[in-house]
């Protein structure tokens, strides 16, 4: 049994369904890239993602996100030891390999941003110190649909950072069976570790390695553009909903993403499915719509959809 395979079977002892989440999970960490997750509270992303650090031998933090929430409270502080007559620095819970940032758009813009500036540098700077972290370092960010009260929307700029944004929804009713025996049973209790950080390592190297031909990148790179121009794509019926479409980032983690993909599916090498298949969740927080949207009830989903069916494929 390949690595991949054995840390799919141990996360399977917590985990019900939700493949796609767990898919999206080892993409992320593979690729260095953090994921967004939006669905309703209770459908396991806490486990999925505490399990998955549990089979990798990491380090898992959570920080539930709430509207008195400080930047130092992610970050961390220096704090005056009286009995030293100095400052100490007291490291926040980024320094972990598996973050789990819970509801964030609960919390305000400086929160949301100090936590987007740490999982783009990759250092913390605290008082006049500035620390490194650890490596692998992935951040998965929980959100509740934005309808729902109390909520601040994250900025576009501030979900660009993201490199997978996955939408969870329930379970079905036999799943929903399944998880009441394994919780009964206490399953998740004897998951095992069956990679390091080494093997991580590893397979971050092998997945830069899978080979990706000239034409699938030029493939990749009409995606994205076809999201900003649909015309010049012969795309009829969606430009005029269209406020911009998914920036630069977009095709870099295309890029990443669909060799990530491949790998997970035991291949050295990209097809046009690998694409097709991860484009949804690198494109769908990176498209912005107009109100001629909203007030037509059209996603960011459907645009993907129609330049999908519509670009030819190599």
Do not use: C, W
Not at 146 to 164: H, S, V, W
């Amino acid at each position: 049994m390949n690595k991949v395979a054995a840390i799919k079977k141990e996360v399977a002892k917590a985990i019900v369904g939700h493949e796609h989440l767990i898919d999206a999970l080892l993409i992320g960490l593979l690729s260095n890239g953090h994921i967004l997750v939006e669905g309703v509270p209770g459908l396991a992303k806490t486990t999925a993602i505490n399990a998955l650090a549990r089979a990798l031998g990491l380090d898992f933090k959570r920080v539930q996100f709430t509207p008195d929430l400080l930047p130092s409270d992610i970050t961390g502080t220096e704090v005056f030891d009286p009995k030293e007559g100095e400052f100490k620095i007291k490291k926040g819970p980024v320094f972990t390999n598996l973050l789990l940032a819970d509801e964030i758009n609960r919390a305000p813009a400086k929160v949301q941003a100090a936590l987007l500036e740490v999982m783009q540098e990759r250092q913390v700077t605290i008082g006049q110190e500035s620390f490194t972290l650890d490596r692998p370092f992935l951040v998965m960010a929980t959100q509740n649909p934005i309808e729902q009260e109390g909520t601040y929307p994250l900025p576009e700029a501030q979900l660009d950072r993201f490199m997978l944004k996955v939408i969870v929804s329930y379970n079905t009713p036999q799943e929903e069976v399944e998880i009441i025996k394994k919780v009964a049973s206490n399953e998740a209790s004897k998951i095992e570790q069956v990679a390091s950080k080494e093997d991580i390592f590893v397979m971050q190297d092998e997945v830069k390695n899978v080979h990706i031909d000239e034409a699938l990148i030029e493939y990749i790179v009409s995606i994205v553009y076809a999201t900003r121009e649909p015309k010049k794509y012969n795309i009829e019926g969606i430009s005029e909903y269209i406020e911009l479409g998914a920036s630069p980032r977009a095709s870099i983690n295309l890029y990443n993403g669909a060799k990530a993909k491949a790998y997970l599916s035991g291949k050295d090498y990209v097809t046009p499915l690998d694409i097709a298949t991860i484009a949804p969740d690198i494109l769908r927080h990176r498209i912005v719509l107009n109100y001629k949207a909203e007030a037509a009830g059209i996603s960011s989903d459907y645009i993907i959809e129609k330049v999908l069916a519509t670009l030819p494929v190599p």
